[in-house]
C-alpha cells in the first residue's frame, strides 16, 4: 500500500534546507560540445545522477503530445537517460531556472515564448514542431513538404484543378503545408488562387466547422481541399454533409496526421500519416547525441511521413501499400513476406536492413508459416495463434487499414511469385485469409475494449481525486494520499515560501507507494534543484518512468510544483488531459482554503469590531443623556451612538430636569453622533420637544444630517418646530450674544 509520508528519518541531501552553494554544481558546457557534459552528473554533494533530458511542453495530453512525450521517453530509457517533463510554456516554468540542477539538456515543443532566457543556460536546446526564428538551435520537424506535396499531386491525378487549402496559419508546421501546397500547384502549372487558402481559428475540429461557410462558397467550381490537420478536415467534413454536400463525389478531401478518429470517419479520410511518436523519439535520440558530445545535424531532422489513401479523395479502396517490383525466389518467399509484412505496420517508418521481422514483430514469423501451411494443404491455423500474433500488431499499428492490407499482402503472394494456384489451393488460402481477418478484427476489438476499460478507470480516478481534493480536509489532500487511486507511484508537493520571488519551495506533502523516501513536510528546496534526484524512486532514476513537473496555478495565485512518478500519466490520459485535470483541481483546492482562512480572519476582525462596538455602546448608556450648561439659559445634550426606545426615554427625562434645574431657555440635542432614527426615536424627540415647551424652553436640533431630517418628516414630526442648526458652532455664534434669552437667539434659529 502506499504511503501519504515516509522517509522521516532519511538523511536530506544539501538541498533541503538552505539554498545550496555553487560548490559542486556541474559546469555546463556548450551545445553539442564533448567534455564534461559526456560524463555522469553531479548534484550538490557529489552525488552521482543519471543523464537527464529536460522537456518543457505546454499539454502532456492528446493526439500529438501524448504520443510525442511517450516517443522522447523511450528513446531516452533506451540510451540510460532520465526523463524530466515541465508543463507549461518557458516563462511558466520558470525556465532554466526550474529543476536547472536536475537537467542535461532541453527540448521545447510548439511554444517558444521565453525560449531565449532557456538558450542563454548554456545547455543542449533543440525544438519540436516549429522552429523559432529568434533562437538558432536544431529542430525536430516533420516533412511537411513532402507530405502535403503527395497530397495535392494526388489529387491532381484525380483531376482536380481548383484545390483549397484550409488551416490555422498561426500555426508553424500549417504555414509550412500552405507553402508546400503553392509550390506543388505551381510545379503542376496551375497558378495558387488566393481565394481558396481559407483561414481557421484553431487545430481542432471547430476551428474545421467554424470556416465551413467560406469553403462552402467556393463550390462548384472548388472540387477539393488539403487541410493543415485531420481535425480541421473532420470538422469541415460534418459541416459539409449538413449542407448537403456528398465527399467524394462532390467534393474531396485530405487530411494531415492520420489521427485515430480518421479511419472510422465517414468516409474514411485520406490523409498525410505522420507519426507522432517517431517525431519524439528523433528527439529525443538527437537531443542525447547533443548531450554526449557526438556529432548532430545543426539544423536538426525532419520525420517522414505518408499518405494513406482512404475514401474522402475519391479511391474506392484501401491503397496496396506494398506493391513490390519482383517475386522473391521460394527459398526466400516467407522470410520476405514476413519482412513486408512488418514494414507494412511500420511505414512510413523503414525496417533497417540488420534487423530481423521477428524483432518488431515476433508473431509474424508464425503468421507467414501458417499461410504457407494453408497453402500446401497442412492443418487447418489455430485462430488463438493467429489472435496473439495480431495482437502484437495492433500495439505496432492500430490503424485497421493497414493491418487487413497484411491479408490483402499475403493474398497477393501466389501472383507475385508467377505460381496461379489451382481451385482447392485457393480455397484454403481464402480459408485461412478469413480466419486471418478475423483475428484481426478480434485482435483490435479487444485493443479497443482495453481502450474503453482504461477510459472507465481514468473516470473512476477522476472521479477519486475530484472528491478528495474539493471534498477533502486540508490535509488529505496536501499529504497526497489521493495519489493511491492513480498510477503514481511518488509524489511531492511543495509550494513556493515567496509566491512574489518563486526562489525557494516548502514542501507541504509527499507520497510514495514503493517505501521510497520522501522529504519531510516544512523542509525547503532551491528551485534550481527541485526535485532533487536523491529524494526520486528508482524507477525515475533509472529511467524506468518518466518525472513530470506539474505548475499549480489558479486564477490569484501561482502557487508551486507537484512533483509525479508513474507509470502510465501520459500514455493513459488520452484527450482527457487526466494529469492537468489533477493540477487543475489541486490549485483549485488551494485557493479555496486561502479564500477560507481570509474569511476566517475577516470574520475575527469583524468579531473584534463588534466587541468594540459593543462596549463603546456599553460606555454610552453608562453615560446616558449628559446634561451640559453650555451658555446661560442654555443646555447642550451631546448625544452619541444608537438611540433605542430606552434612551429616547431617559433623553426626554434628563431635558426636563435639566431645563427646570438650570431655569434654561434653550436646549441643543446635539445629534451629531447618532447614526439613524427610526419612528420611535422621532416621536420621542417630539415628545421631548413639547415637554421642553410647557417648561418655558426650546429645543434646537443640532447636525441634523438629510437623512435624519427626511426620516423627522416621514414619521410626521413638525420639523419646523424642531428648530435646527448645521453644527454645535453656529448654533453657538447665534446664541452666545444674546445668552441665549433674545430675540437674536430665535432669529437665529433655521
Known amino acids: 500500500m502506499g504511503q501519504g509520508r515516509q522517509g522521516s528519518g532519511v538523511p536530506l541531501p544539501e538541498q533541503w534546507g538552505e539554498l545550496p552553494g555553487t560548490a559542486g554544481r556541474q559546469a555546463r558546457g556548450k551545445t553539442g560540445v564533448s567534455g564534461p557534459d559526456a560524463r555522469p552528473a553531479e548534484v550538490p554533494g557529489g552525488a552521482a545522477r543519471p543523464r537527464t533530458v529536460g522537456v518543457i511542453a505546454p ?78 538551435c536544431p529542430a525536430v520537424l516533420p516533412d511537411n513538404h513532402g507530405g502535403i506535396r503527395s497530397a495535392v499531386r494526388h489529387l491532381i491525378e ?190 512510413p517508418q523503414p525496417l533497417p536492413p540488420d534487423t530481423p521481422p521477428a524483432a518488431v514483430w515476433p508473431g509474424v514469423t508464425r503468421v507467414v508459416e501458417m499461410y504457407f501451411a494453408a497453402l500446401r494443404g497442412a492443418a487447418p491455423a489455430p485462430a488463438a495463434e493467429l489472435e496473439r500474433a495480431y495482437r502484437q500488431a495492433v500495439d505496432i499499428t492500430p490503424d485497421l487499414g493497414t493491418l487487413l492490407a497484411t491479408a490483402r499482402l499475403l493474398a497477393q503472394l501466389p501472383e507475385r511469385r508467377g505460381a496461379p494456384l489451382d481451385a482447392a489451393a485457393r480455397r484454403r488460402v481464402e480459408d485461412f485469409l478469413e480466419l486471418l481477418r478475423l483475428a484481426i478484427a478480434r485482435a483490435r476489438l479487444e485493443a479497443e475494449t482495453q481502450h474503453v476499460h482504461q477510459l472507465g478507470v481514468l473516470a473512476r480516478t477522476n472521479h477519486d481525486v475530484s472528491f478528495a481534493l474539493l471534498g477533502g480536509t486540508r490535509q488529505e489532500y496536501r499529504s497526497l494520499a489521493w495519489l493511491e487511486t492513480t498510477t503514481a507511484v511518488w509524489g511531492c508537493l511543495a509550494l513556493w515560501e515567496d509566491p512574489a520571488t518563486r526562489e525557494r519551495l516548502v514542501v507541504a506533502g509527499a507520497y510514495s507507494r514503493d517505501g521510497s523516501p520522501v522529504p519531510p513536510d516544512g523542509s525547503r528546496c532551491a528551485r534550481e534543484a527541485f526535485p532533487p534526484a536523491e529524494m526520486l524512486p528508482a524507477s525515475a532514476t533509472d529511467g524506468t518512468f518518466m518525472v513530470l513537473l506539474l505548475p499549480i496555478r489558479s486564477a490569484q495565485r501561482d502557487w508551486g510544483i507537484l512533483a509525479l512518478v508513474g507509470p502510465t500519466l501520459v500514455a493513459m490520459t488520452g484527450d482527457e488531459g487526466t494529469v492537468a485535470i489533477w493540477g487543475t483541481l489541486l490549485g483549485a483546492a488551494l485557493e479555496r482554503d486561502a479564500l477560507l482562512e481570509s474569511l476566517s480572519s475577516q470574520h475575527a476582525d469583524l468579531q473584534k469590531a463588534v466587541a468594540i462596538e459593543r462596549a463603546l455602546w456599553e460606555t454610552v448608556r453608562e453615560l446616558g443623556c449628559p446634561i451640559i450648561p453650555l451658555l446661560p439659559g442654555v443646555l447642550l445634550v451631546p448625544l452619541i451612538g444608537m438611540i433605542d426606545g430606552g434612551r429616547a426615554q431617559q433623553v426626554l427625562e434628563k431635558v426636563a430636569e435639566g431645563v427646570s434645574r438650570h431655569e434654561a431657555l434653550c436646549v441643543l440635542l446635539d445629534l451629531t453622533g447618532v447614526p439613524f432614527l427610526d419612528a420611535q426615536v422621532a416621536h420621542f424627540l417630539g415628545m421631548t420637544r413639547r415637554a421642553a415647551a410647557l417648561l418655558g424652553a426650546r429645543v434646537y436640533l443640532v447636525g441634523v444630517r438629510p437623512d435624519i431630517a427626511t426620516r423627522l418628516v416621514d414619521v410626521d414630526v413638525d420639523v419646523g418646530e424642531l428648530a435646527t442648526f448645521a453644527s454645535l458652532s453656529a448654533a453657538l455664534r447665534e446664541l452666545a450674544p444674546a445668552g441665549g434669552r433674545g430675540p437674536q437667539a430665535r432669529r437665529g434659529a433655521r
Open 59 to 136: 499539454f502532456l495530453s492528446g493526439a500529438f503530445w501524448g504520443p510525442v512525450l511517450i516517443g522522447i521517453h523511450e528513446s531516452a530509457r533506451q540510451r540510460g537517460l532520465r526523463t524530466l517533463v515541465l508543463r507549461g510554456t518557458p516563462p511558466e516554468v520558470q525556465a532554466p531556472s526550474l529543476a536547472r540542477e536536475q537537467v542535461d539538456g532541453w527540448i521545447v515543443i510548439i511554444e517558444f515564448e521565453g525560449l531565449e532566457e532557456l538558450a542563454r543556460a548554456g545547455i543542449p536546446l533543440i525544438t519540436l514542431g516549429a522552429r523559432p526564428a529568434e533562437i538558432d
Open 158 to 347: 484525380h483531376g482536380h484543378r481548383r484545390i483549397a487549402f484550409v488551416g490555422n496559419f498561426a500555426a508553424y508546421d500549417v504555414r509550412e503545408r500552405r507553402d508546400a501546397y503553392e509550390d506543388t500547384l505551381a510545379e503542376a502549372g496551375i497558378p495558387a488562387d488566393p481565394e481558396l487558402i481559407i483561414p481557421c481559428d484553431n487545430n481542432m475540429y471547430s476551428g474545421g466547422r467554424a470556416a465551413a461557410p467560406a469553403l462552402l462558397a467556393k463550390l462548384p467550381a472548388c472540387t477539393a481541399a488539403v487541410f493543415g490537420t485531420d481535425k480541421n478536415a473532420l470538422g469541415m467534413m460534418s459541416a459539409m454533409k449538413a449542407a448537403g454536400v456528398r465527399i467524394p463525389e462532390d467534393f474531396a478531401i485530405i487530411g494531415f496526421d492520420d489521427v485515430v478518429e480518421a479511419q472510422s470517419a465517414d468516409p474514411p479520410l485520406t490523409t498525410v500519416r505522420q507519426r507522432f511518436e517517431m517525431m519524439g523519439s528523433a528527439a529525443g535520440d538527437l537531443l542525447a547525441s547533443m548531450i554526449a558530445g557526438e556529432a548532430f545535424p545543426p539544423e536538426g531532422v525532419r520525420t517522414a511521413n505518408l499518405l494513406v489513401v482512404r475514401s474522402s479523395c475519391g479511391c474506392n479502396v484501401i491503397q496496396n501499400f506494398l506493391d513490390t517490383e519482383g517475386a522473391a525466389s521460394d527459398e526466400d518467399a516467407g522470410g520476405a513476406a514476413a519482412r513486408q509484412m512488418v514494414e507494412l505496420l511500420l511505414l
